[in-house]
T-cell receptor, first 112, second 115 residues
Framework: GQQLNQSPQSMFIQEGEDVSMNCTSS?????WLWYKQEPGEGPVLLIA?????ELTSNGRLTAQFGITRKDSFLNISASIPSDVGIYFC????????????FGSGTQLTVLP | SAVISQKPSRDICQRGTSLTIQCQVD?????MFWYRQQPGQSLTLIAT?????????ESGFVIDKFPISRPNLTFSTLTVSNMSPEDSSIYLC????????????FGPGTRLTVT
């Protein structure tokens, strides 16, 4: 299937620092979604992006849909301990039947 | 958004047996999906559960191993048949909600351990 390259794989940061992670692909996507998953739970939708160049914020989270439609990034500002979790990007391929392709995830650890 | 529940939340099963996982949504939705998340891994789509017709399976997944039912627009089941330890995973259902575009929301997952 199609691959989404998500980086970094893991991050250890100090509380208060900003975080950036991204997903890239060789394929074009119609939709980019960013999820957070905590242990024992299902992924929770954080931000949805639908247009190339779109920049959307949700509190301290900001995500952008790349101009080429092949990439997306997620920024978290002023991190706090409850930001700990695994962040996944997911994309809906152009022309696909609405299934999502998931990135490999970024494990975020916030140190006090 | 949508509120999704799954039953059971976790189970420990013996190899060779089957387990049926239920997914219930609080509103009618057109698209429902089943995913598998192996330990420490990302999510992989198993199939799209189609209401009133056979599920559409992704490459590597077959109906005999993962039969799916979708009797109405709020409910679906996934059966993991003739289980082996390699089937130990988290199984998640998701639904598509048409908002500004197509957003998918996930249930809490069913954690399956096969011994």
């Amino acid at each position: 299937g199609q691959q989404l390259n998500q980086s970094p794989q893991s991050m250890f940061i100090q509380e208060g620092e900003d975080v950036s992670m991204n997903c890239t692909s060789s394929s074009i996507f119609n939709t980019w979604l960013w999820y957070k998953q905590e242990p024992g739970e299902g992924p929770v939708l954080l931000i949805a992006l639908y247009k190339a160049g779109e920049l959307t914020s949700n509190g301290r989270l900001t995500a952008q849909f790349g101009i080429t439609r092949k990439d997306s990034f997620l920024n978290i500002s002023a991190s706090i301990p409850s930001d700990v979790g695994i962040y996944f990007c997911a994309g809906q391929l152009a022309g696909s039947a609405r299934q999502l392709t998931f990135g490999s995830g970024t494990q975020l650890t916030v140190l006090p | 958004s949508a509120v999704i529940s799954q039953k059971p939340s976790r189970d420990i099963c013996q190899r060779g047996t089957s387990l049926t996982i239920q997914c219930q949504v609080d509103s009618q939705v057109t698209m429902m999906f089943w995913y598998r998340q192996q330990p420490g891994q990302s999510l992989t789509l198993i199939a799209t559960a189609n209401q009133g017709s056979e599920a559409t399976y992704e490459s590597g997944f077959v109906i005999d191993k993962f039969p799916i039912s979708r009797p109405n627009l709020t409910f679906s089941t996934l059966t993991v048949s003739n289980m082996s330890p390699e089937d130990s995973s988290i199984y998640l259902c998701s639904v598509e909600v048409l908002a500004g575009g197509n957003e998918q929301y996930f249930g809490p997952g069913t954690r399956l351990t096969v011994t």
